[in-house]
């Protein structure tokens, strides 16, 4: 996220729980919700591309390639989710 103030400079004296910096996370928020589309996506397309293995119209090759896509994307968007949640 963006800095939007900071109310601790270096060398200051806090205490438990002190609010030191106010973070704009609308970015993160929106990054999560993109990961999650795109995992969303590459879920769809790996079904889709069983579904017509079944038929032996496609290589094991790419079916493989997209089940890492889509494990990759998910990844992704628990790690956007999680950096979002911190804000």
Do not use: M
Request: glycine content about 6%.
């Amino acid at each position: 996220g963006v800095l939007r103030a900071l109310f601790a400079e270096e060398g200051d004296r806090v205490g438990e729980g002190q609010l030191l910096a106010d973070v704009d996370t609308r970015t993160l928020s929106l990054s999560a919700k993109r990961d999650a589309l795109e995992a969303r996506n590459a879920e769809l397309e790996l079904d889709r591309l069983e579904s017509i293995a079944e038929k032996g119209a496609v290589a094991r090759e790419e079916i493989d390639k997209q089940r890492y896509a889509a494990q990759s994307a998910k990844a992704s968007a628990k790690l956007s989710r999680f950096q979002a949640s911190l804000g």
